[in-house]
């Protein structure tokens, strides 16, 4: 699912296309949320692949650990404990996604 999709485009003074500013929802704790300590190499697109099978949703990782993780890298410091949202609560959490962004 690309993130992109449900956001608007407008055209900038320049001609140029650009999007509207991106709103991620809040993801609150759940006892069924995943804790990993990340390892040299881990990056944001792998962990998305390995739980969501879908290498755009590296977001919702990032949404969901605000005080842990950067979101100017992909890659991730060994050490850092990520709360990974379950993969069943991957639908609702898009539908939120959307609904903010409509």
């Excluded at 449900?6 to 809040?26: A, D, H, L, S, W």
């Amino acid at each position: 699912m690309d993130r992109l999709n449900f956001i608007k485009k407008v055209k900038g003074t320049n001609n140029k296309r650009t999007f509207k500013y991106i709103k991620y929802p809040e993801i609150p704790l759940s006892v069924d949320d995943i804790y990993a300590t990340t390892l040299i190499g881990d990056r944001l697109d792998l962990i998305a692949d390995q739980f969501y099978n879908d290498v755009d949703l590296w977001w919702v990782v990032v949404t969901a650990n605000p005080d842990v993780i950067r979101r100017d890298s992909f890659n991730l410091k060994p050490g850092l404990q990520v709360r990974i949202p379950s993969p069943n609560r991957i639908t609702n959490i898009l539908k939120s996604f959307e609904q903010l962004n409509k």
